[in-house]
């Protein structure tokens, strides 16, 4: 069980798919299960369009809602290998929760959480300038093997910087991250459970930075 957590713009979704490779692992992404909700044109999937798109957090019943359907989906696969979590839990109380649902499954046995630590003005920089690919839906970071791009460059798309990422609704979310994540952060780190990174390097450096400390 591998635990990914970090501002925006910190990397680690790439790092969470990295993983995922490498080990054969699950993976529970809160933001792409979000904007899967957001398509379920009911209630919850207008007002999450709207919440999101302020920079808002989505609700605790709402994650642990998606939480749990992924959960279940898990523990009825014949290979399950582990599962990293790209994001989640954010906030002290999702926290309890998963551990409680990591309980009830019995997979609260190498719990690793991971924290990538970049400043605050290096999140902003990455998150004002990160494009996504408007046919694919790749996101393209703003790091410096990416900046030249012109065109997606797994399918050739067109990229536009993302709706969600207006400076706005960044500094909102960071300012979130810091008030409700961090004390996450800081209850694993009471368990003993946590492993700090630093975020601001190149990709694979960072990746074998995590690597290193999962042996
Ligand atoms: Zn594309």
Known sequence: MIILLGPAGSGKGTQAKLLRKKFSLEYFGSGEALRQRQKVGDFTGRKLIKVLERGIWAPNFVISKLWMDELEKFKRKRKFNGLVSD??????????????????????EKVKVIFINISKKESFNRLTKRRQCKRCGRLIPWLREFKKLKKCDKCGGPLV????DKPKSIEKRLEEFKKKTIPVINYYKKQGKLIEINGEQPIEKVFQDILKTLK
Do not use: N
Request: charged share 40%; glycine share 4%; net charge neutral.
């Open 161 to 164: 910087v993302r709706i969600d």
């Open 87 to 108: 994001g989640s839990p954010r906030r002290i109380i999702e926290a309890e929760l998963f551990d409680e649902a990591l309980k009830w499954y019995k997979w609260q």
